[in-house]
């Protein structure tokens, strides 16, 4: 055992997801922007508008943590509307979240034609 044996690992927050959310979302193009209400607790951390006017709402956690009550109303109610809100606690569920976002854009795109 040696000295960098006994250091911790260090911990991802909450920001570390973000940040690196919004710089995989710039990479693609897309506008990943923070998304506050002034009238409402509880919403979305980031509004991502992507081409063919289409935007989603992602919400940004710590690995291992959980949307809280309050948030999970918030999806609920913009589920509801028809809007798509994604929790991403990790930079993989990050990448996963830009995958099935480009595989869905693509198939819209298809559509369209």
């Known amino acids: 055992m040696n000295q960098f044996d006994k250091l911790p690992e260090k911990r991802i927050l909450e920001k570390d997801v973000e940040s690196y959310l919004v710089r995989k979302c710039r990479a693609e ?3 990943c922007e923070k998304f ?3 009238n409402r607790r ?3 951390d980031r509004m991502v508008s992507t ?3 289409q935007v989603f709402f992602v919400e940004c ?3 291992g943590k959980k949307p809280t009550d309050a948030q999970k109303r918030d999806h609920e109610r913009r589920g509801n509307l028809g809007h798509v ?3 991403v606690d990790s930079k ?3 990448d996963k979240f830009i995958s099935k976002t480009k595989d869905w854009l693509e198939a819209l ?3 369209l034609r």
Do not use: F, H, Q
């Open 29 to 31: 193009g897309w506008m």
């Open 36 to 38: 506050t209400s002034p």
């Open 42 to 44: 509880a919403v979305p």
């Open 51 to 53: 081409s063919l006017r």
């Open 61 to 63: 956690k710590a690995p």
């Open 85 to 87: 809100v994604t929790i």
């Open 92 to 94: 993989e569920s990050a």
């Open 109 to 111: 795109r298809g559509m």
